[in-house]
C-alpha cells in the first residue's frame, strides 16, 4: 500500500525539488543578467585604435605597390646592366609613370591624420626607451637633411639620403621592399625606393 502523505509532509517532500529548481532558474538569469552586462571596453578599445590605424596603414601602401608594379609592367623590362645611364633613365621612366597615376594625390594619401597620430606615438616610444640614446646619437651625427619637397616629387640626386636608426626602424610598421622609410629634417618620408619619388610624409614626426 502506498505511504499516505500529509499536507505538511508532502510539501516538505517538495522543499529539496523546488529548492534546486529554483536554484537552476535563478543560475540561468543570472547568467543571462551578466551575459548581458556591458564588458570593459577601455583597453579593448585602446588596442583596437592603433590595430585599425596599422592596417589602414598596410592597406594603403599595399595599394601604392600595387600601383608601382602596374606602372613598371607598362615599361620595357629593365635587363641587368651597370650602366647607371640606363638605370637613371628606367628610374625616371617609372617615376613618371607613377606621377600620371597619381595626379590627385597630396599629403596625407597614405598618412592619414589617424595613421600619422600613430606613428608619431610609436616614434615617441622609440625615442623614450631603453634605445633612445643610440637614436639620439646616430641623428645627431648624420648628416642634417634640410628640403623643401612634396608628394610625387623625385627626391634630388644631390642631397644625401639620411639613413633611418635601426632601433627606430624596428619600432615603424615593417614596409614591402618597394618603399622606405627616410628622415628629412623632422619629417618622416616614405621614399619609392626605384622611382625615387616621395611617396608622403609626416611633417614633425621626429622630435
Not at 625615442?127 to 623643401?148: D, W
Not at 627616410?182 to 618622416?188: E, G, K, S, T
Amino acid at each position: 500500500m502506498p505511504p499516505i502523505f500529509s499536507h505538511s509532509a508532502f510539501a516538505a517532500h517538495l522543499n529539496p525539488v523546488r529548492a534546486a529548481l529554483t536554484l537552476a532558474a535563478w543560475t540561468a538569469g543570472t547568467a543571462c543578467v551578466f551575459c548581458a552586462l556591458p564588458r570593459p571596453v577601455g583597453a579593448q578599445t585602446f588596442t583596437n585604435h592603433h590595430a585599425r590605424a596599422l592596417e589602414d596603414f598596410d592597406n594603403r601602401v599595399t595599394a601604392y605597390v600595387d600601383l608601382h608594379n602596374a606602372a613598371d609592367r607598362e615599361l620595357p623590362r629593365l635587363k641587368p646592366t651597370d650602366s647607371p645611364a640606363t638605370i637613371l633613365d628606367h628610374q625616371r621612366l617609372l617615376a613618371g609613370k607613377i606621377q600620371q597615376k597619381r595626379t590627385q594625390e597630396g599629403q596625407g594619401n597614405i598618412f592619414s591624420p589617424a595613421i600619422s597620430q600613430e606613428i608619431r606615438r610609436l616614434v615617441a616610444i622609440a625615442m623614450q626607451g631603453s634605445n633612445a640614446t643610440h637614436i639620439h646619437n646616430s641623428l645627431k651625427h648624420a648628416e642634417p637633411v634640410r628640403l623643401k619637397f612634396k608628394v610625387n616629387d623625385a627626391y634630388p640626386s644631390d642631397v644625401p639620403l639620411q639613413s633611418t636608426p635601426p632601433t627606430l626602424l624596428q619600432n615603424l610598421p615593417h614596409v614591402p621592399p618597394e618603399v622606405e622609410y627616410r628622415i628629412v629634417d623632422h619629417a618622416l618620408v616614405l621614399r619609392d625606393v626605384e622611382a625615387n619619388l616621395i611617396v608622403d610624409f609626416i611633417p614633425g614626426a621626429i622630435p
